[in-house]
C-alpha cells in the first residue's frame, strides 16, 4: 500500500479530510490535546503526545490510532465514532506512504 500512497495528495485529499472531521476542536484557537489540524506543519509538530503523524509507519502515529480506534490514550476520534472506513484508509496509506506534504 505504501507505493500507492505516493499518490495521495495533503492539499486534495487529507487536508480536506483534517478540516471536516478534526479542526472543529484542533485548531490554532482550541488546540485540544495539543494539537493543531490547521496546517501540515502543526499537524506534524503539535500534540500532547506527539509526534501525532510519524510517517512511513501508520502503527506507531497515534493520528492512525485515533481514528482506528486502536489507541492507548485518550478516546477514538472524532467523537461519536469511527470516520468511514475509506477516509480511515485514506489516513493511514498517507502516512504509510511517507506523510508527504505534496
Not at 492539499?11 to 493543531?36: F, M, V
Not at 489507541?71 to 465514532?81: A, H, K, Y
Amino acid at each position: 500500500a505504501a507505493a500507492e500512497a505516493a499518490w495521495i495528495a495533503i492539499a486534495q485529499q487529507i487536508a480536506p479530510l483534517l478540516e471536516d472531521r478534526c479542526s472543529y476542536c484542533h485548531n490554532e484557537k482550541t488546540i485540544l490535546g495539543g494539537w493543531d489540524a490547521s496546517t501540515y506543519d502543526t499537524v506534524m509538530t503539535t500534540g500532547t503526545h506527539s509526534p501525532v503523524v510519524v510517517p512511513g509507519d501508520a502503527r506507531g502515529s497515534l493520528l492512525a490510532q485515533k481514528v482506528f480506534g486502536t489507541q492507548l490514550e485518550g478516546d477514538v476520534m472524532p467523537p461519536g465514532g469511527l470516520m468511514p472506513e475509506d477516509e480511515i484508509l485514506l489516513i493511514l496509506d498517507w502516512i504509510a506512504g511517507g506523510a508527504p506534504n505534496n
